[in-house]
């Protein structure tokens, strides 16, 4: 619902998009000018409110105030307003069939909640969509956005957000737009538009021992899938979706056929990538594991079903079974952390995932990766052994060699203790032969 609170200098009119929590906020206000009673300004709000609540909150400050008041900026003919424009381009990116569905729709979130409440009112020319502008909005997004559980944007969802709109702004150049307002001026060093630094990744890489640890902890329901997981690097929605048809588990050379992955809107679709579709060769030990599962499965039946069968949800996979894993990996035996107070009836609870020891002691897992940290656990343990760049892109999937690196270049420079003896050898080489 809408709601009209009284200011010191007038009235304003608050509401979120869509009328949800997560919906972007929305203040309007109204000022009573000097010497004026304040029945008609605060008549103005209540039609503001109105408004608001007659369209579901699906609707924009700047909307609501070219209604009521009607100080819009001529329009000139033809052209879209941003939030027009946002179903225009998506409409065209949805016919294009360039990307896929569940991207689409996390592109049509992102437009509609965090750019469209700012920008939505503004007509797509050049002298109301400028560079400043642009930056203000940005400055908005990250003094006012919240996400689910009301903490501040990281600095990774503002870039985001930034790089959706300035695709949706690139896209009406030159029809109304004559340069893209979001786009960094060519040969500036640093981007004009306030966003803020880039938040280095910081992914967590297993020990071998951490991993068995793990691994003794989880449930019968996700033992085999971890056990695979971290020792193929397929993505979580990847092997959600594994069947036996996309199994090859002896032969000359025993892999899995990635073919289709589980997407954000909770559908089975196309993995994430061109480079995505691949083959990814696996060990005995892992060919053993599936051939296990397969045994007594059609070959469209899942090969990890969630426990009463059918695709998993992936937020119950994590929240019920790998945390609890986690935290059990988590606990040590000679100092346990305090028990739940026990109620005056009834059964003490048990502990939360997050109620796990606090100590040093050696065995104990200290940190707590995400489920998608067995893949990067994965990775690391193919540098380890040696494999290239290259190798590395092409098994786990990335579309390009730059993804690869960007997120794990720096495992190929992290033990340079051998290149330093090297060089130690050459120096010494250098001063017996001078000598």
Known sequence: MASIEQTATGYAVKWRIGGRRSGAPQTLTFRVPPGHKPAATEKLAKAAKQLAESRSHNITRDEVRAAVIGDTPNAPAGVPTFA???????????????????????????????????????????????????????????????????????????RRAHAIVHGCLGAAVPRYLSANPAARPAGARKHISGLPKSVPFHGVFLEPW?????????????????????????????????????VVPDGKRPHIKV??????????GPPKSAKSYREVTISPE?????????????????????????????????????????????RCPEHPPPLPPKPARGPRRKLRVDEVSTCMCPGRVKRTPRFHDLRHTHVSLLVEAGWSPKRVQLRVGHANYQITMDIYGHLWERDDSERLDDVEKLLLMADDERG
């Open 210 to 246: 951490e991993v068995e640890s793990v691994h003794a902890q989880c449930s019968d329901h996700i033992r085999d899938m971890v056990y695979v997981d971290v020792r193929t690097g397929l993505r979580l929605g990847e092997i959600v979706v594994l069947r036996p048809e996309d």
């Open 286 to 330: 892992v060919a053993e594991v599936l051939a296990r599962r397969m045994a007594g499965r059609r070959r469209h039946e899942f090969l990890f079903p969630a426990p009463r069968g059918g695709l998993w949800n992936e937020n119950n996979l994590r929240q019920r079974h790998w945390l609890t894993a986690l935290a059990e990996s988590q």
């Open 259 to 268: 073919v289709r992955a589980l997407k954000d809107n909770g559908k089975i």
């Open 84 to 158: 027009q424009w946002v179903d225009t381009y998506l409409e065209k990116r949805a016919l294009s069939g360039e990307v896929q569905e569940d991207t689409l729709e996390r592109y049509a979130t992102i437009l509609r909640n965090r750019a469209v409440p700012y920008l939505g009112g503004r007509y797509m020319v050049d002298n109301q969509i400028t560079p400043d502008v642009v930056k203000d909005w940005v400055s908005w997004v990250i003094s006012t956005q919240r996400t689910q559980r009301g903490k501040p944007l990281n600095p990774e969802t503002v």
